[in-house]
């Protein structure tokens, strides 16, 4: 295997990838402006296609729904004012659960939910 990474459905292309861009500091290192591959500098990679576009099949063209993408940070509390700042919706507070993770909630601009972590010492 060469890679392996998701593709997210959406109905407005740039400003999916432009919220991993700002927020998370993924470059664009493809853009067709239907269909957009993000690069992290860790090499983490994630896309986005138009869910109307012709090379999805009639009957899954729609949004993506029904996961959560995690990512893990090395400052939890530093991305979470940076959020909280911004004013964007929190939908699970920050926090640290019993199996070893601060984290928070938040929905993208498609409604999938991320999960932003920071894995705590000792877990």
């Known amino acids: 295997m060469k890679s392996c990474y998701p593709v997210m459905m959406t109905k407005d292309v ?9 927020f998370f500091g993924f470059e664009p290192v493809f853009d067709a402006g239907w269909y957009i591959s993000l690069k992290h500098s860790k090499g983490q990679e994630l896309a986005f296609i138009d869910a109307s576009h012709e090379s999805v099949p009639p009957e ?4 993506a729904a029904g996961f959560i993408l ?3 940070v090395d400052n939890v509390d530093d ?7 911004e004013k964007w919706g929190i939908l699970v507070p920050l926090e640290t659960n019993e ?9 993208d601009p498609n409604n999938i939910l991320v999960d932003i972590i920071t894995m705590v010492e000792g877990s």
């Open 14 to 22: 740039q400003k999916s990838a432009g919220f991993y861009q700002r």
């Open 79 to 85: 991305v979470y004012e940076k959020f909280v700042g």
């Open 60 to 63: 899954y063209q729609h949004q």
């Open 70 to 72: 995690n990512i893990e």
């Open 99 to 107: 199996y070893g993770q601060h984290h928070f909630i938040i929905s």
